[in-house]
């Protein structure tokens, strides 16, 4: 008989928020495979677990998860975890439920923590129609059609973002849709956990040198009511540049191009900002 792929949930930050289930079934199944056996060899160490761990990633699910649908088959039980979170939802794992599937095998989700759902019901915005994105391509041609793509979508948006980013991606979004409501959540359930809520340029003042992970709600709405924000004045460009090269130490150049990419400009428009304010001083 077939054993069963348990798709296990494990904390995001905080190792009290995994749950007595999915705790019993690590310390019983056969084998974990883990998005990075040294980050969950810290859950199990806790809870002195001492099941064997497998490696299944991004880079080996392809290959590796034949193997460990034939243990399934033979009869093992496997729990599938990834680093933070649920499985699958922005991380690996997809390929080895397909598998499993297709193969009759039993999978059984155990629910637990999810960065997603913790930044909405902590973002005080609708919760009534919710589309969650995972994160935003980084290729230009690909980010802009993202963005396109939410022009359709009147409801909460629920994505993740890395910390060198976040900004560029806040000042996109003010810069497509308006100034709408949103909560920017950093370290989720970890000690330096925080809630940015309020208007998109409110929370892109109150956002000093960005670290941890980020996860994102904001409400798109009605785009026939919003225009689009005005350019930065040469000012506001200036200050922007000068938080950029001292405390992200980037370069001018570096810094020139941010703030184009930004802002929707070409970076001749940002030297040209720059200058007036230089020689106005």
Known sequence: MPGTLFVVATPI????DISARALRILQQVSLIAAEDTRRTAQLLARYSIRTRTTSLHEHNES???????????????IALVSDAGTP???????????A??????????????????????????S??????LGFP???????RAWFDALRSAARTIVFFE????????????????GDRPIAVARELTKVHEEFLRGSISDVLTRLEQPRGEFTIVVEIGQMIEYEPAKPPSDEEMADEFGRLTAIQDLSRRQAVQHLARAHGLKARDVYSA?????NSV
């Open 274 to 278: 720059l200058e007036r304010v230089k």
């Open 100 to 125: 499993a599937i297709h193969e009759g095998i039993r999978v059984e989700p155990v629910p637990g923590p999810s960065a997603a759902l913790a930044a909405l019901v902590g973002s005080g915005l």
């Open 63 to 77: 290959s590796k998860a034949s193997q460990l649908i034939d243990r399934l088959t033979r009869g093992d039980s």
């Open 137 to 143: 391509p980084t290729r230009s041609k690909d980010r």
């Open 13 to 16: 930050g905080n190792l009290e």
């Open 88 to 98: 699958t939802v922005s991380d690996p794992g997809q390929r080895l439920v397909r």
């Open 127 to 132: 919760t009534e129609s919710v589309t969650f």
């Open 162 to 177: 890395a910390p060198h980013r976040i900004r560029t991606t806040l000042h996109e979004l003010l810069s497509r849709f």
